[in-house]
């Protein structure tokens, strides 16, 4: 019947959150459509069966074949489906895969060439409700004795997202594959007696080892193919860390037997040439980007994975639009949930490269899960091209959506920040700070200051100043903010949505306290112009202010003082006090109003050691929900020819020790404490709060 028929092959992905709750990626079959345009159907749920029916907007999918879906669904999580959709070109050389043809796959964080053995169907068969998923079962090559691995343990069944490459069909003269093993969810059911008949045929006929050859040929025919000059390449280091660049020369070089190619890498790297290698020059680009590697060390471009087959005269194929404008949307903050699966380990954050840790640690901080500073920055103004653009896609998304940033995207925004030194040089965050906010995002100042009662400035940062006798040894940044403004005569204007408050320290050797406690919550009712007050006696509405009570040691020395006026009356009775000129408060409310306290909350410390920064983020509610990031953590390979390792730990027992009284930790013998409980207390720079409630 033409309706089964049709019923059959209109399978479709969810490219777009809908309201109806579908996530991006779930795969489902539409079994009619309305006359507004909403798909009837249902989702698939992991194990293909149907997991929920209902409609679905038109316009939030992208049509799939039944044979797609299959591949799709075997995929997950469900993001991954999306981003293999939208390599077009690769996602179609998968779906038209045949027995023997060469591919390779990411596996843990090796490349490998592999050949097609067969489509695995997985799931329960013939049920109704149930798409069958298709795997791959594939064969690893080992490239080092070009012989095919003789394994006897069963490779796990690869998906489609597994495939990175594949080579072109008209190497391979092989049949389309067909699907020829029915298999229970049960992976560890996989028998080889199952195993296609033609494979077996021709493994009689051609004998276990004459298989070897061939594939040698594929693998070189498919290099040859792929790598030329002028082909788009990648070199990818041990750990999976990968620069790209244009083969510009392939040759042996002096001294050597093989072949090697010379690349001009899209990035500089201080210790690539000109196209020198030795005392020879083989090509000529700018300094630092030439790279000289064994021929074999090079891979075609991932980032364009598909190698074009020339026998084809298809068009090129573009990504469906809805797709790439999904991909490129903005991605949120981590959210508390997530950060420990998706960002903890080594190669995550921020990669460090030359001098660019005060860069590294201030965007981790900024950008990584702060929901205050995010509205903010969904608000600043964007462009389609430059910094702003590089920033949002490049470093925020990239950090959010995969959790690590390449040293080469930092650089690239670095080398747009408009003063070279901001590329080459350690920078002050507080300098980098304002530069990104200002002229990056176009965020108007976070702090209107008043000083003597009057709107002076504007600033990104709060610099703290105090004198060390004006707080106790071991101040809080609560005391030490206080401190700084009262004794300067300077208010904050308005609440700020984010304030940045820097350490006293000079320079990058000298801080005036060996320990300060970063407040975890920041209370900045008393610093407010225009916010009605506490009486700091009676808790009714202050109306005058006294900086001279500021360091009166019968009055909790350091805390802020203001009075409502009986109050001030009576403390300035007492003979030590009666010089005083307690100055009167512009706000006033009727006296049985209450006042509301502002507070902010603790998100990120920047913390220096020997010019070194690195960053604690809170990532959530949670008092335990603390992470440390350093950019260099770790370094691969020596100051030449390496690479930095950045790496994220979590740390809940920074969120144990700051729970406790600021008597306790002031105490705290830090011997007894972990290292990084030590480097938060003794190291902080910076530290950065957020409003986290609904005044916005
Ligand atoms: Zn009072
Ligand atoms: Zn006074």
Redesign the pocket.
Known sequence: MELDKERQERYFIVVRRSKKGLSRGAVGRADAETAAGDLIGMVYGGSGSARSSGTVKKEDTYPLSRHQAQLLLFVSPASRRLELLSNVQLFSAICDLAQDDLVVVKRKKDFQPCLVKNLIQIGKKDKPGVLQMLGFELDLVDTEQDILSKKTVPLPFFSAADIVQVAPSHLNTSQPLRVSIDLGLNRKAVSRIYSMPALNSRNAKKGSTLSNKDVANSIQAMSHYSLEVGSMAEVISLNGLTVYGVIRWIGVPDGKKHYWAGLELDTEVTTCSDGTLGTKQYFTCERNKALFVPLTNCKPDSRFLFIPNENENKKPLEPPSVLLEDLNEDVPPVAERDVLSHLVGRMRGIQGHFNSCYLDATLFSLFTSSIGFNRMFNRSADSEEGISHILRRDIVNCLRRSGFVPAENVMKFRKQLGCKSFATEEKDPEEFITLLLKDVLHIEPLLKIRARGELSQDAYTHQIIVEKNQVGAVPSVQQLLEMSLVSSDLKFEEIPSCLIVQMPRFGKKFKMFPKIIPSTELDITDVLHCSPRECFLCGHVAEYE?D??LM?HKLQPGKI?QYCSICNTQ??THPS?QE?T?HKLTVHLPEDASVQRHQMQLFAVLCINTSHYVSFVKYGPDPRSWIFFDSMADRCGDDNNGYNVPVIRSCPEVGDFLSQSEEEISTADLSQCSELVRRLLCDSYMCLYQRTDNHQ
């Open positions: 006294c001279q009570c009166d003082k403390v300035h006090r005083h307690p």
